[in-house]
């Protein structure tokens, strides 16, 4: 079975900003498309911060809103996490996942639940 696949992880300075990619297997082109985050160890924090649907509506959570933007691009298969104004407490594994979107009745949502596939996750690390 194809894999979700992050890359772009990295550190930086508050402040900074850093790009977070994600290849989507083309079977996911349809489905939502979400970036989440947690700290190490902790699966079950796991914390929604922007989802995307087929047709390019988003949605972010409030913690992010304004200073992070999630893109898709289906033709190559890319999904993208542009995150600027970096804190430390934005400090986190960073997951990006795919879920139907007959989950929530052709919505897509900001909520762990209804996503079914996870990448591995990438590390961002934010200095201070």
């Known amino acids: 079975q194809a894999k979700l696949l992050e890359s772009g992880g990295g550190s930086v300075q508050a402040g900074g900003s850093l790009r977070l990619a994600c290849s989507v297997p083309?079977?996911?082109?349809?489905?939502?498309l979400g970036w989440f985050r947690q700290r190490p160890g902790r699966p079950k924090e796991r914390v929604g911060l922007?989802?995307?649907?087929?047709?390019?509506?988003?949605a972010y959570g409030r913690s992010v809103k304004g200073r992070f933007t999630i893109s898709r691009d289906n033709d190559k298969n890319a999904l993208f996490l542009d995150m600027t104004g970096l804190k430390p407490e934005d400090e986190n594994i960073y997951f990006c996942?795919?879920?139907?979107?007959?989950?929530?009745?052709?919505?897509?949502?900001?909520?762990?639940?209804?996503?079914?596939?996870w990448g591995q996750g990438t590390q961002v690390t934010v200095s201070s």
């Open positions: 922007a989802v995307i649907d087929a047709d390019g509506g988003t």
């Open positions: 083309t079977r996911y082109s349809t489905y939502c």
């Open positions: 996942a795919a879920g139907d979107p007959r989950f929530w009745e052709g919505a897509c949502l900001i909520d762990p639940t209804g996503f079914a596939y």
